[in-house]
């Protein structure tokens, strides 16, 4: 019995860009930057494995709830080599990117909180409280 690995087949950029659903430039610019690894082949072209998928989606689903690229490359770089970011670490990431949200929307509660204080009642005189 052949107890080897059937190796999946490895993708371009552009086979990678539409099974994740993004842009061929997204993922180029996302390997570029560390948050994904590709080999090259001799003709110099990137290759992707099956875990860059699972990256690419993560990747996605972190910045849609607003995690910055730096944020999610140190996530990811805590994970051993050619490992996908598991339910475990998706819970966790979730867990980190709620508390900033959470700290953000109190940010922006205090912002809008300012806005309701006209500058008048902290002494200061606005040209439109000198004209009248």
Not at 4 to 19: A, K, N, Y
Not at 54 to 70: E, N, T
Not at 111 to 118: I, T, V
């Amino acid at each position: 019995m052949d107890e080897r690995r059937e190796q999946q087949p490895e993708m371009s950029v552009g086979e990678l860009s539409r099974r994740a659903g993004v842009k061929a430039s997204t993922v180029r610019f996302w390997d570029e930057h560390g948050l994904l690894s590709s080999r090259r082949t001799p003709g110099n072209q990137r290759r992707f494995d099956g875990v860059s998928l699972a990256q690419v989606l993560f990747i996605r689903w972190s910045q849609d709830v607003g995690a910055s690229l730096d944020a999610i490359r140190d996530v990811l770089h805590k994970l051993p080599a050619g490992t996908a970011p598991g339910r475990e670490v998706q819970v966790r990431a979730a867990r980190c990117w709620r508390e900033h949200l959470d700290q953000q929307r109190r940010e922006l509660h205090a912002r809008y909180r300012r806005l309701s204080q006209p500058l008048a009642l902290h002494g200061v005189d606005t040209p439109d409280a000198a004209a009248t």
